[in-house]
């Protein structure tokens, strides 16, 4: 089955930029924006507070001021080279965390935001998107419980991938779309989600919660987002 990845270039046309050097503009400035990098924020930290998340001086949660538990933010172009990260808790003066992270020209990356109310943990996985076939689909699964032991996804009863560890992603692997996508977990049946995938649809599947004990607040969860 013939397979491509998804072009950075066509990312250019459909988000906003994200200019982070102070000194260029759109008027007047040489640079070659098929050479740039791109984000996208999963928010996977179970508690109701939301998030700001700063990359430079650049607020990238301003298109989602209410970044809540369990949402998501579409890809943002950044120029590569070495940024900061820094993540703020709602009403707090300090940042909860703030690193620094590598980004190169022409990848394009997803960072999973996980941990509970006194750290936050921020997994930066590179997206190698397969763009399948008419007729197919491309899924990964992505587990963001800390609780959980390594999971593996059933789909329609069959394992995705192997095993996948907090904090870890599996590849993505075409399916078929022909009919809707039962999906559960190696270690535990009982969580479950099913949906119907689009033909050359892009998803990723994230495990995300606090825990299954009677103390959770945030039961673990099988969600869908679209790529």
Do not use: W
Not at 16 to 29: G, I, Q, V, Y
Not at 37 to 60: G, H, Q
Not at 104 to 125: D, N, P, R, T
């Amino acid at each position: 089955m013939h397979k491509l990845f998804l072009s950075l270039s066509k990312l250019i046309f459909i988000v906003p930029l994200l200019f982070l050097a102070t000194s260029c503009s759109l008027e007047n400035d040489n640079y070659d924006y098929g050479k740039l990098s791109a984000i996208s924020l999963v928010n996977a930290v179970p508690e109701e507070r939301p998030l700001e998340v700063f990359i430079d001086r650049s607020k990238l949660t301003e298109v989602n001021p209410a970044f809540g538990y369990g949402e998501h933010i579409a890809y943002r172009n950044v120029y590569p080279g070495e940024r900061s990260i820094s993540i703020f808790k709602a009403g707090e003066g300090d940042a909860t965390l703030a690193g620094s992270f590598l980004f190169e020209a022409g990848k394009i990356y997803s960072f999973f935001i996980s941990g509970g109310e006194k750290e936050l943990h921020v997994q930066q996985i590179e997206d190698k998107i397969l763009v399948p076939e008419s007729g197919y689909c491309s899924i990964r699964f992505v587990h963001m419980v800390k609780s959980m032991q390594p999971q593996a996804l059933l789909v329609n009863n069959k394992e995705l991938s192997t095993a996948v560890a907090y904090k870890e992603a599996s590849d993505f692997i075409s399916l078929n779309v022909n009919s809707p996508l039962k999906l559960s977990l190696s270690g535990n049946k009982n969580i479950t989600h099913e949906f119907k995938p689009t033909s050359q649809g892009v998803y990723t599947i994230l495990l995300q919660g606090d825990g299954i004990g009677d103390g959770a607040r945030f039961k673990p969860t099988l969600s869908v987002l679209v790529n």
